[in-house]
Nanobody, 123 residues
Framework: VQLQASGGGLVQAGDSLRLSCTSP???????MGWFRQAPGKGREFVAGIARDGISTRFGDSAKGRFTISRDNAKNTVYLQMNNLKLEDTAVYYCAADGTYPFLSSFYREYQYWGQGTQVTVSS
């Protein structure tokens, strides 16, 4: 599975951004996740959506501000980020898991990764 993340950019605190993760092939059978990594920090789970398109889960930093959705007809997963904060600055990666039965927040349980898109939040 090839994944490409896009939609990052430079925004101000309080702004919104929508990231997209697209694939040339079908992703309907995969759990999909978004992770991020800030300089000097480890990879952090942001949000995930199960292959059923219904079950979702969010990292603590994303709860109440971010939403995740998928459009299997377009082979695309979206991460809507609202009320962005300085600490949201990071490279955001999308990932796909085709192995495990349940939606995971553990990055090692995702087999396929996109190249990342930079999100920078300024004051």
């Amino acid at each position: 599975v090839q994944l490409q993340a896009s939609g990052g950019g430079l925004v101000q605190a309080g702004d919104s951004l929508r990231l997209s993760c697209t694939s040339p092939g079908a992703v309907s059978s995969y759990h999909m996740g978004w992770f991020r990594q800030a300089p000097g920090k480890g990879r952090e789970f942001v949000a995930g959506i199960a292959r059923d398109g219904i079950s979702t889960r969010f990292g603590d930093s994303a709860k109440g501000r971010f939403t995740i959705s998928r459009d299997n007809a377009k082979n695309t997963v979206y991460l809507q980020m609202n009320n962005l904060k300085l600490e949201d600055t990071a490279v955001y990666y999308c990932a796909a898991d085709g192995t495990y039965p349940f939606l995971s927040s553990f990055y090692r349980e995702y087999q396929y990764w996109g190249q990342g898109t930079q999100v920078t939040v300024s004051s």
